[in-house]
């Protein structure tokens, strides 16, 4: 399902603040392999892939892995209210005015990259995805070694 670049991308330069605190920006996206994932809590497939992202997370432990989640264009009471009812783990930031979401999920939520350890992105999707599935975890593991 994901499109895999003929060669990767650079990511634009963005930061981002966490939903409970802290930031993020791309300039620390070196390093680590990124799944960046845009969503909403009123979008459907997003609610519906969160979960998968959630078991991701939990499998990709130790691994030079992270997830930034980035919820587009709500404020910040919305989204924590969602959160505290699913009790999700893996990271979220906030892009409340909708600026970075409109440049990187153009195409509709939710939209997600695969960004390689040298902040670079390699593939992308739009649509929800089962990032749980044996094959991603594989590649996701291999390449985040």
Avoid at 9 to 37: K, R
Avoid at 52 to 77: T, W
Avoid at 99 to 120: E, N, R
Wanted: glycine share 8%.
């Amino acid at each position: 399902g994901f499109y895999v670049f003929p060669e990767p991308v650079p990511v634009p330069s963005f930061t981002v603040p966490g939903i409970y605190g802290g930031s993020i920006s791309t300039d620390e996206f070196a390093g680590t392999v990124t799944l960046l994932n845009f969503w909403a809590t009123w979008c459907p497939p997003c609610r519906r892939e969160m979960p998968a992202i959630e078991r991701l997370h939990k499998q990709m432990e130790g691994y030079n892995f992270r997830i930034v989640a980035v919820s587009v264009s709500e404020n910040k009471q919305t989204v924590q209210k969602f959160l505290e009812s699913e009790n999700y783990t893996f990271p979220i930031y906030l892009d409340e005015r909708g600026a970075i979401g409109a440049s990187l999920a153009s195409q509709g939520i939710p939209t997600s990259y695969i960004i390689d350890a040298t902040g670079a992105i390699i593939a992308g999707i739009v649509g929800a995805y089962d990032f749980d599935n044996e094959e991603i975890i594989r590649i996701l593991r291999e390449i985040s070694q």
